[in-house]
């Protein structure tokens, strides 16, 4: 994979502490082995004055799904029921011999905020079971036979543990797992497809590495296939899914898997589900559902239990948590697991925290892995779902780093696009991409732009153990690299969006070029 190279006439912002004035580097068997001084037995590439920085880390990624949402009827910003019925309708005809159909990112807040009736999909078909996703991955819209499929009755779905289900027809948090399990198994063929395509996209937006939030032995067993083909053109950090136990017992029987391209040493949980679906735990009721305070989708021992047991076979947990209550409850328990080993423990999201809980966070320097469009993705609606009092208590990144905290930036795609320009773009301005609102939403959490970029390079390295070897530009380091049309760091927020990936490299070879 690795190919000896002298990339020259750049503009290379390194994050190092050193000032050198470098215009050149050479890579050597995928490493950064020199400046300034261009090996004339190796290939040249001349940048043509160019921007050069680490190669972008996305700290949190779903390779499979990305993948899998090519497939899948797209639902993201449609703001008429009546076209998504339109969609499946297409599908359907298309085809008459799939049982499932699948679609992904709704968002009923298009809807003046209303959820729509279990008539709509049932008057489509009753020989196709309809699963649709929501945006945020936490709620899904079915019809009457994808319950029937499952064996429950909607009454037992929302009886479960961390569950609930409205007008019939929207499962939320763990109202879905019931139906998960009765649709067809993903093909290993499939979910090495669904990753190779995500991979091409990632580094066609300049991603050199991402850390992949909840693996299963599927896509363990594609990501192996893929290397061994030499068609892994990404690194990899998984986190394995909690809920997989026999891959859990046997990684943490086996130890960590550490190789060049993929390691897997982290668990992923979830706590609870998300604002969008009312589902992430709060404190205090949700000010447009006066008796709904979210849901906690794991037991307090259940979570324990898991926590020791990463604790004891060193493994790092990851734990989603979006609501104040969720995240107090993670930060409770990961402070009593953890002990004086550097543990680099992390919440993934850390979206909503209450002030008294900041804190908890420096101990045992607990990872915020934070994605910025979700900020200002949800921005429009927050205020009507939380209240002026507790919007400070939202996506407080700048809160963070000031207490010292290595802020781990990455994008939750597919539920964002992925383009790490526009999680920069969404750190340093708070912003959506039409400028609004001026000065930035809640503009004291916004970052400078070296913030931002370590956030995407150095700081997602430090989140994998790997920032010895990954996220600077410096002698001896990975040769992934990120080359730019503009400097991210000096131009205006509209030229940051307008930048384009002129290349990407992965261990020394050009896994994208824009020529």
């Known amino acids: 994979m690795q190919s000896n190279m002298n990339i020259i006439n750049g503009h290379f912002i390194t994050l190092e502490n050193n000032a050198d004035d470098i215009n050149s580097i050479t890579i050597e068997n995928g490493k950064i082995k020199s400046f300034n001084s261009p090996n004339p037995n190796f290939k040249t590439i001349d940048i043509k004055n160019n921007i050069v920085?680490?190669?972008?880390?996305?700290?949190?990624?779903?390779?499979?799904?990305?993948?899998?949402?090519?497939?899948?009827?797209?639902?993201?910003?449609?703001?008429?029921?009546?076209?998504?019925?339109?969609?499946?309708?297409?599908?359907?005809?298309?085809?008459?011999?799939?049982?499932?159909?699948e679609g992904f990112g709704w968002d009923h807040n298009l809807w003046d905020g209303n959820y729509p009736n279990s008539e709509i999909l049932n008057s489509i078909s009753d020989k196709h079971a309809?699963?649709?996703?929501?945006?945020?991955?936490?709620?899904?819209?079915?019809?009457?036979?994808?319950?029937?499929?499952?064996?429950?009755?909607?009454?037992?779905?929302?009886?479960?543990?961390?569950?609930?289900?409205?007008?019939?027809?929207?499962?939320?948090?763990?109202?879905?797992?019931?139906?998960?399990?009765?649709?067809?198994?993903?093909?290993?063929?499939?979910?090495?497809?669904w990753i190779k395509v995500a991979i091409e996209n990632a580094n066609r937006m300049g991603i050199t590495n991402v850390h992949d939030a909840w693996q299963d032995a599927n896509i363990?067993?594609?990501?192996?296939?893929?290397?061994?083909?030499?068609?892994?053109?990404l690194r990899c950090n998984g986190m394995l899914g909690a809920a997989h136990t026999e891959l859990l017992n046997r990684f943490f029987s086996n130890g960590h898997l550490i190789s060049d391209l993929y390691t897997i040493r982290s668990v992923k949980a979830f706590i609870d589900g998300a604002l969008g679906s009312r589902g992430a735990a709060l404190?205090?009721?949700?000010?447009?559902?006066?008796?709904?305070?979210?849901?906690?989708?794991?037991?307090?021992?259940?979570?324990?239990?898991?926590?020791?047991?990463?604790?004891?076979?060193k493994f790092q947990l990851c734990t989603h948590a979006i609501g104040d209550k969720g995240n107090q409850f993670v930060l409770d328990t990961y402070n009593n697991a953890l002990q004086d080993r550097e543990s680099r423990w992390r919440i993934e999201h850390a979206q909503m925290v209450h002030p008294d809980d900041i804190d908890k966070?420096?101990?045992?320097?607990?990872?915020?892995?934070?994605q910025p469009s979700h900020c200002t993705s949800d921005m429009p609606w927050l205020e009507d779902r939380l209240?002026?009092?507790?919007?400070?208590?939202?996506?407080?990144?700048?809160?963070?780093?000031?207490?010292?905290?290595?802020?781990?930036?990455?994008?939750?795609?597919?539920?964002?696009?992925?383009?790490?320009?526009?999680?920069?773009?969404?750190?340093?301005?708070?912003?959506?991409?039409?400028?609004?609102?001026?000065?930035?939403?809640?503009?004291?959490?916004?970052?400078?732009?070296?913030?931002?970029?370590?956030?995407?390079?150095?700081?997602?390295?430090?989140?994998?153990?790997?920032?010895?070897?990954?996220?600077?530009?410096?002698?001896?380091?990975?040769?992934?690299?990120?080359?730019?049309?503009?400097?991210?760091?000096?131009?205006?927020?509209?030229?940051?969006?307008?930048?384009?990936?002129?290349?990407?490299?992965?261990?020394?070879?050009?896994?994208?070029?824009?020529?």
């Open 361 to 370: 966070f420096v101990p045992h320097q607990i990872i915020p892995s934070m």
């Open 130 to 193: 309809i699963v649709l996703t929501r945006i945020d991955g936490h709620s899904m819209w079915v019809n009457n036979l994808a319950i029937q499929e499952s064996n429950y009755s909607v009454e037992e779905l929302d009886s479960i543990n961390g569950a609930s289900v409205i007008n019939q027809c929207i499962l939320v948090d763990n109202a879905m797992d019931p139906i998960r399990k009765v649709m067809p198994n993903d093909d290993i063929g499939d979910v090495e497809r």
């Open 387 to 515: 209240g002026d009092h507790r919007l400070d208590r939202i996506s407080k990144w700048r809160t963070f780093i000031d207490k010292g905290l290595k802020v781990a930036g990455g994008s939750d795609c597919p539920i964002e696009t992925g383009n790490p320009l526009f999680e920069f773009y969404a750190a340093c301005t708070r912003q959506d991409h039409s400028g609004y609102p001026a000065g930035g939403w809640q503009p004291q959490e916004k970052v400078n732009s070296m913030e931002a970029l370590k956030m995407l390079t150095t700081w997602g390295a430090h989140a994998e153990f790997n920032e010895h070897r990954r996220g600077r530009i410096s002698i001896g380091f990975d040769a992934d690299l990120t080359i730019l049309s503009e400097d991210i760091t000096q131009c205006s927020p509209r030229a940051i969006l307008n930048t384009e990936i002129i290349m990407t490299i992965v261990s020394g070879k050009i896994v994208y070029s824009a020529q």
């Open 283 to 313: 404190l205090e009721p949700y000010s447009d559902d006066k008796h709904n305070c979210g849901l906690i989708l794991i037991s307090k021992d259940e979570f324990e239990d898991l926590a020791y047991r990463c604790y004891k076979n």
């Open 53 to 101: 920085i680490p190669g972008f880390i996305d700290s949190h990624f779903h390779l499979k799904n990305y993948g899998k949402r090519q497939d899948m009827i797209n639902l993201k910003k449609i703001d008429s029921i009546d076209q998504i019925v339109k969609l499946i309708r297409q599908k359907i005809s298309q085809h008459p011999d799939i049982k499932w159909i």
């Open 220 to 233: 363990v067993a594609a990501i192996q296939n893929l290397i061994n083909k030499d068609e892994m053109n």
